[in-house]
T-cell receptor
Framework: GQQLNQSPQSMFIQEGEDVSMNCTSS?????WLWYKQDPGEGPVLLIA?????ELTSNGRLTAQFGITRKDSFLNISASIPSDVGIYFC???????????????FGKGTKLSVIP | DGGITQSPKYLFRKEGQNVTLSCEQN?????MYWYRQDPGQGLRLIYY???????QKGDIAEGYSVSREKKESFPLTVTSAQKNPTAFYLC???????????????FGSGTRLTVV
């Protein structure tokens, strides 16, 4: 099936630093979704991207839909301790039969913030 | 407020026992999903249901069973056949269909199952 590759797998940063992570696919995606999972909780949708080249912000978070439609990027500026968690990218892969209306998820980037 | 509720938050099971995890939503979503999460493994799909009285196996369905008798409810049973059931289980729901999947899923807060 379709796979989304997220990098880095994990990162440790100092509070106040900016963070960048990305998600890539071998296939074209028409929608990119970014979720955050707080420790011990379920993922929550942060940002949705629907157009190639689109740049969308949500507070200190900014996400971009890659021009090639095979990648997406998430940036967090001026990190704070509550940014800790796992960030997942997701998207519906191109139609390929039954079940293709489901989301494919990346394996996540685990972010740790050192105060 | 609409949402999706998983219970219990923590569950302990003795080896050889079946256990059922609850998932209830009042979002009027047609589709519901169960995922298993292990450290470093991401989210792995166990079962999904697009409509009442119908469900499909996901990538790791062996040792699990589900039912979908009501739109609001999608319980997951972890059977004794599941050899390594200790994990974090997430339930999700969404509006069904290819046009709406771009809106994403709403997740519950998870159930952590531990075999003792």
């Amino acid at each position: 099936g379709q796979q989304l590759n997220q990098s880095p797998q994990s990162m440790f940063i100092q509070e106040g630093e900016d963070v960048s992570m990305n998600c890539t696919s071998s296939s074209i995606f028409n929608t990119w979704l970014w979720y955050k999972q707080d420790p011990g909780e379920g993922p929550v949708l942060l940002i949705a991207l629907y157009k190639a080249g689109e740049l969308t912000s949500n507070g200190r978070l900014t996400a971009q839909f890659g021009i090639t439609r095979k990648d997406s990027f998430l940036n967090i500026s001026a990190s704070i301790p509550s940014d800790v968690g796992i960030y997942f990218c997701a998207g519906p892969p191109p139609y390929s039969g039954a079940g293709s209306y489901q989301l494919t998820f990346g394996k996540g980037t685990k972010l740790s913030v050192i105060p | 407020d609409g949402g999706i509720t998983q219970s219990p938050k923590y569950l302990f099971r003795k080896e050889g026992q079946n256990v059922t995890l609850s998932c209830e939503q009042n979002l009027n979503h047609d589709a519901m999903y169960w995922y298993r999460q292990d450290p470093g493994q991401g989210l792995r799909l166990i079962y999904y249901s697009q409509i009442v009285n119908d469900f499909q196996k996901g990538d790791i369905a062996e040792g699990y069973s589900v039912s979908r008798e009501k739109k609001e409810s999608f319980p997951l049973t972890v059977t004794s056949a599941q050899k390594n059931p200790t994990a974090f289980y997430l339930c999700a729901s969404s509006i069904s269909g290819s046009r709406h999947v771009i809106l994403g899923y709403t997740f519950g807060s998870g159930t952590r199952l531990t075999v003792v």
